[in-house]
């Protein structure tokens, strides 16, 4: 049998040279982004989700990175990550319920953050390019 997956389609946004993370009640931090709707492109979704998280309008510039998040007992998350733009502020973050916090950070400090490591490896491979 096939393996199913959702697919989620996240951003990877850096303003003032640090990248945006959002931090979900549970203390977890991650990118910005969510899951597809029906009949959605992946770029379209990143770009509809960043919106609704944080009230900043982007844009999709290419594919930076996948991984699959596994959930026992669920269903594994397909999670494409986009570099993203956008033309915002810090300033501008209106969060939404689902996150309790944002913040920038230099990958000096990501270190010491609650980050699955699919989105760990994603980091690395951005400042690695």
């Known amino acids: 049998m096939s393996p199913s997956f ?3 389609a996240k951003a990877l946004i850096t303003l003032d040279q640090k990248v945006l993370l959002l931090r979900k ?4 931090w991650g990118l ?6 029906a009949n959605e492109e992946p770029a379209q979704a990143m770009v509809r989700e960043v919106l609704e998280e944080t009230g900043l309008s982007c844009t999709a510039q290419s594919i930076l990175h996948s991984f699959v998040r596994p959930r026992p007992a669920w269903l594994d998350i397909l999670v494409i990550v986009f570099n993203a733009r956008t033309e915002a502020s810090f300033a501008d973050i209106k969060l939404s319920i689902e ?6 950070f230099q990958p000096s400090e990501l270190p010491s953050l609650k980050i699955q490591s699919g989105f760990k490896r994603c ?4 400042y690695n390019q």
Not at 25 to 28: A, I, R, V
Not at 99 to 104: I, K
Not at 123 to 126: F, I, M, N, T
């Open 99 to 104: 996150h309790d916090s944002a913040g920038l």
């Open 32 to 37: 910005p982004g969510g899951r597809l709707e």
């Open 123 to 126: 980091l690395e491979v951005y």
């Open 25 to 28: 009640p549970d203390g977890k």
């Open 6 to 8: 959702r697919v989620s």
